[in-house]
């Protein structure tokens, strides 16, 4: 996996009066779980259809290495979206391309805890289950980047944290550059090793901070809450954007 640079000059919606996203700069560093922060309508999930090649009416460009193309995606929206004719297991097969070996689709069950749920149909599962359904199809097609878009909203905070601790133990397992969208600076903490606050429309970036607790002290809910104090407090210049 080679590192990824994104930077967009413009993107305006024909509709609108002024750019959504105007010199935005992002490096993508190989396997690096990053989390964007940023006010509601600020532009987070327009950026995330940029990149996925859902939405090509902009200025700007993004290299992967030296090339200008597309990096391969895995896209996990707010909504699990899955077929509600289809099973868990055949939601998922529908994201291959024939490539994978069917033990792929074992081992990520298995990883998420829904071995005993495969065959059964989307309103069968819980809201958790569903979420966690839609990380296993995106993560099969063994992505470049896999994106993230407030995946987990909705969810009880203990479900949420479970899932959470699912996503952690099968990304350090298989690991992805991932950009996970959320409002929740506590979750963005517990996930990421590095934190980019982004700014209201015109998005552009406004702080990049490393999260240096380790890796096993993610659960740690007061070295979590600890750091996100200091940041606060260090910071003044994010607390707008929460």
């Known amino acids: 996996m080679t590192d990824i640079q994104i930077h967009?000059?413009?993107k305006t919606y024909p509709t609108a009066a002024s750019p959504t996203i105007a010199d935005l700069k992002l490096s993508l560093n190989s396997n690096e779980f990053i989390c964007l922060v940023?006010?509601?309508?600020?532009?987070?999930?327009?950026?995330?259809?940029?990149?996925?090649?859902?939405?090509?009416?902009?200025?700007?460009?993004?290299?992967?290495?030296?090339?200008?193309?597309?990096?391969k995606i895995g896209y996990i929206f707010q909504n699990p979206r899955l077929l509600p004719w289809r099973t868990v297991r055949e939601n998922i097969e529908l994201a291959l391309d024939g490539n994978q070996s069917p033990d792929v689709i074992d081992e990520l069950l298995v990883a998420m805890q829904l071995t005993a749920s495969q065959?059964?149909?989307?309103?069968r599962l819980s809201l958790g289950m569903s979420r966690r359904v839609a990380?296993?199809?995106?993560?099969a097609v063994d992505p470049e980047v896999l994106l993230m878009d407030e995946p987990f909203v909705s969810l009880d905070a203990p479900t949420a944290r479970q899932?959470?601790?699912?996503?952690?133990k099968l990304w350090q397992q298989r690991p992805h550059t991932v950009l996970f969208v959320t409002h929740d600076l506590?979750?963005?903490?517990?996930?990421?090793?590095?934190?980019?606050?982004?700014?209201?429309?015109?998005?552009?970036?406004?702080?990049?901070?490393?999260?240096?607790?380790?890796?096993?002290?993610?659960?740690?809910?007061?070295?979590?809450?600890?750091?996100?104090?200091?940041?606060?407090?260090n910071h003044p210049e994010i607390k707008q954007l929460l």
């Open 135 to 139: 990380i296993i199809r995106a993560f």
């Open 163 to 168: 899932v959470r601790g699912l996503l952690l």
């Open 38 to 71: 940023g006010p509601s309508g600020c532009g987070k999930t327009t950026l995330l259809n940029i990149i996925a090649g859902l939405d090509n009416d902009y200025d700007g460009e993004i290299l992967v290495g030296q090339q200008h193309t597309h990096p």
């Open 119 to 123: 065959h059964s149909y989307p309103e």
């Open 186 to 233: 506590r979750e963005a903490i517990a996930l990421a090793d590095r934190l980019i606050f982004l700014s209201a429309a015109p998005m552009q970036v406004v702080s990049e901070i490393v999260v240096p607790i380790a890796r096993n002290e993610r659960d740690n809910e007061l070295a979590i809450e600890s750091f996100r104090q200091q940041l606060l407090a």
């Open 8 to 10: 967009i000059d413009s």
